[in-house]
């Protein structure tokens, strides 16, 4: 199956900072997501992206699809960004996760 | 437009029984998979549902089983709890014309003692 690397495993940042996070893909992919888990489990949807850039507020993604990498960034983080944040890719049914990346923004 | 729900939200069961947990799928959406989440980790692929079939599986045992319904409402089943099945169980759904963006439900949270 297609492993999935991400990275760093931890980031601590001051309220303000920026930060780029990145996802590293064994295999090509169809389908990419990046995802925020809540302190409650749930996963929250930030993108879509299985190539290309998008924009969501502070949020943004771009995958290089022909690299087999992803980069999510963080710009202007508050203490809400706080939290886990994981990509997962695969084909049209399975997802494979990375082992997230855990951020910590310091008021 | 109603998002993916599980239940229960929590669950105790003792090894060796047998629990079933329960997931609605999002309005419009046909597809839904299942996966496993052990405290610390990402979260494994267990199974996916389209069309009341299994239409893939990851690397998990047959005790791990599913059905889909004709509403595309799923349950996930585990016979002979052990240990390690304490984890977060996760459901997402997901349609063809929406690309498999996949949408999850906020987990059942089991645990085995």
């Known amino acids: 199956g297609i492993q999935v690397e991400q990275s760093p495993p931890d980031l601590i940042l001051q309220e303000g900072a920026n930060s780029t996070l990145r996802c590293n893909f064994s295999?090509?992919?169809?389908?990419l997501q990046w995802f925020h888990q809540n302190p409650w489990g749930q996963l929250i949807n930030l993108f879509y992206i299985p190539s290309g850039t998008k924009q969501n507020g502070r949020l943004s993604a771009t995958t290089v699809a022909t690299e087999r990498y992803s980069l999510l960034y963080i710009s202007s983080s508050q203490t809400t960004d706080s939290g886990v944040y994981f990509c997962a890719g695969g084909g049209d049914y399975k997802l494979s996760f990375g082992a997230g990346t855990t951020v910590t923004v310091r008021a | 437009e109603t998002g993916v729900t599980q239940s229960p939200t929590h669950l105790i069961k003792t090894r060796g029984q047998q629990v079933t947990l329960r997931c609605s799928s999002q309005?419009?959406?046909?597809?839904v998979s299942w996966y496993q989440q052990a405290l610390g980790q990402g979260p494994q692929f267990i199974f996916q549902y389209y069309r009341e079939e299994e239409n893939g599986r990851g690397n998990f045992p047959p005790r791990f089983s599913g059905l889909q319904f004709p509403n595309y409402s799923s349950e996930l089943n585990v016979n002979a709890l052990e240990l390690d099945d304490s984890a977060l169980y996760l459901c997402?759904?997901?349609?063809?014309?929406?690309?498999?963006?996949?949408?999850f439900g906020p987990g059942t949270r089991l645990t085995v003692t």
């Open positions: 997402a759904s997901s349609s063809a014309s929406g690309g498999h963006e996949q949408y």
């Open positions: 295999d090509s992919v169809n389908n």
């Open positions: 309005s419009g959406h046909n597809t």
